[in-house]
């Protein structure tokens, strides 16, 4: 099993409906969990990768309802560290 989170964020909050919808979408085998983080307007994912893939989840999500703006990275990459100014050349 290759567990693997995809992240999402929406545009409107999901009505009663679909969350109905997307809890039904964690009956398919291969989700593992999904949460919401309202205050970011983004949805996560957690699929076994061996079972399902990014395309499918989306899929999944889409069909339920859920009106997907973009593909969120999980992490960002640290800023890159400055280079230190080099030494004036002592007189």
């Given at each position: 099993?290759?567990?693997l989170d995809v992240?999402?964020?929406?545009?409107i909050p999901p009505t009663e409906a679909v969350a109905l919808a997307v809890a039904r979408?964690?009956?398919?085998?291969g989700v593992r969990r999904i949460s919401f983080d309202e205050a970011e307007k983004s949805v996560r994912?957690?699929?076994d990768a061996t079972r399902l893939?990014?395309?499918t989840i989306h899929q999944l999500l889409r069909r339920a309802g859920l009106d997907i703006?973009?593909?969120?990275?999980?992490y960002t990459e640290p800023a890159p560290v400055a280079e230190p100014a080099p030494a004036a050349a002592a007189k």
């Open positions: 099993m290759t567990q992240l999402y964020r929406y545009a979408a964690r009956e398919v085998y994912v957690e699929y893939n990014e395309a703006i973009e593909r969120l990275p999980m």
